[in-house]
């Protein structure tokens, strides 16, 4: 008996080993990656940005360059243009890193805020807009938990609602949002934020949005963390000063940044996503067969140069 105990025993290990060696899991099938995807792309697959809807911030550790949008918040992107053009950003600070979270940045004198002039202080909150100011909705396939429908508009991520006729911006790592007070219309742009932490969904149509940063992002993401509640600093030099706030149209030729963004209606951008989607091998072993709104990149380039 007991001999015959071993060798059952014997048996199952085998079968197991078999069983263990027949799971291991094995790479996927070689697949193009984005970056290669984008190496191969053509120059109609990119678009150069729009001068006049384009911001300059310049820092003392470089430049960050902002994409407005202006059929998401009109009123609101028309405002920080005009804060711009009279300066109003020059020699203000960034006042919070809140980690995981957002960079802003505006007066942190509450009392006694710097006054506008020709830009307004408050304006009728822009949550979301209808779905006819969107002409260029790429949608994704993919599901959302956070909107009926999700993709991109001439290279923004949205969300949009086709049963209520709505449409917004999404609140992905890297864009830009207006800081308010409890009250929704409390904004008007003296204030701004950028998402630098895991994309905070929930503010969606609670907060006007109002572009992305297309350059400059390492800036921002690796400010220090503000010891203060909510990441604010609560030393007056550990803020960092806002050198210029620009228009990038209103910068001479030979100071302007020169980026381009690939245009996410075309095929090449869907096969970006694909990419993201279903990653090939040597290293991954399975594919997601989904990507998240905030998880799907728009390439960005400098023109004539290498992607960002």
Same mark, same amino acid.
């Given at each position: ?15 197991? %080993? ?28 990119? #678009? ?42 020059? /020699? =203000? ?29 408050? =304006? ?17 396939? !993919? $599901?959302? /938990? ?31 949002? $207006?800081?308010? !007070? ?14 630098? /932490?895991?994309?905070?969904?929930? =503010? ?58 690939? #245009? ?14 279903? #990653? %090939? %091998? ?17 390439? $960005? ?8």
């Amino acid at each position: 008996m007991a001999r015959i105990m071993g060798w059952g025993a014997g048996v199952a290990l085998a079968l197991a %080993g078999s069983l263990v060696q027949a799971a291991e899991p094995k790479p996927l099938p070689p697949k193009p990656s984005v970056g290669e995807i984008v190496k191969a792309s053509k120059a109609a697959d990119w #678009r150069p940005l729009d001068l006049d809807n384009t911001l300059y911030m310049d820092l003392p550790g470089g430049r960050v360059v902002i994409e407005l949008a202006p059929p998401f918040a009109p009123n609101h992107v028309a405002n920080i243009k005009a804060l711009a053009r009279e300066h109003y950003f020059d /020699g =203000l600070v960034i006042q919070r890193s809140q980690d995981n979270f957002v960079v802003q940045w505006g007066d942190p004198d509450e009392q006694n805020p710097r006054p506008v002039k020709d830009a307004k202080m408050k =304006l009728k909150a822009e949550f979301t807009v209808p779905l006819k100011n969107d002409k260029h909705f790429t949608r994704l396939k !993919d $599901v959302d /938990g956070y909107a009926p429908q999700v993709g991109h508009s001439n290279g923004f991520p949205v969300g949009r609602d086709p049963k209520k006729g709505e449409t917004w911006l999404a609140h992905c790592y890297a864009m830009v949002g $207006v800081g308010r !007070d409890n009250e929704a219309n409390s904004g008007g742009g003296t204030a701004l934020y950028v998402v630098t /932490g895991q994309s905070p969904r929930h =503010l969606d149509r609670n907060i006007t949005v109002v572009g992305r940063v297309v350059s400059g992002m390492p800036l921002l993401s690796s400010m220090p963390r503000g010891p203060a509640p909510m990441g604010f600093y609560d030393k007056p030099e550990m803020r960092v000063p806002i050198t210029s706030f620009r228009v990038a149209a209103d910068v001479p030729k030979e100071e302007r940044s020169n980026f381009e963004v690939m #245009r996410t209606d075309s095929a090449t951008y869907q096969k970006v996503i694909e990419a993201q989607r279903n #990653r %090939g %091998g040597p290293w991954n072993v399975v594919a997601a067969g989904h990507v998240d709104l905030c998880n799907a990149p728009i390439p $960005v380039r400098e023109k004539g140069g290498e992607q960002k």
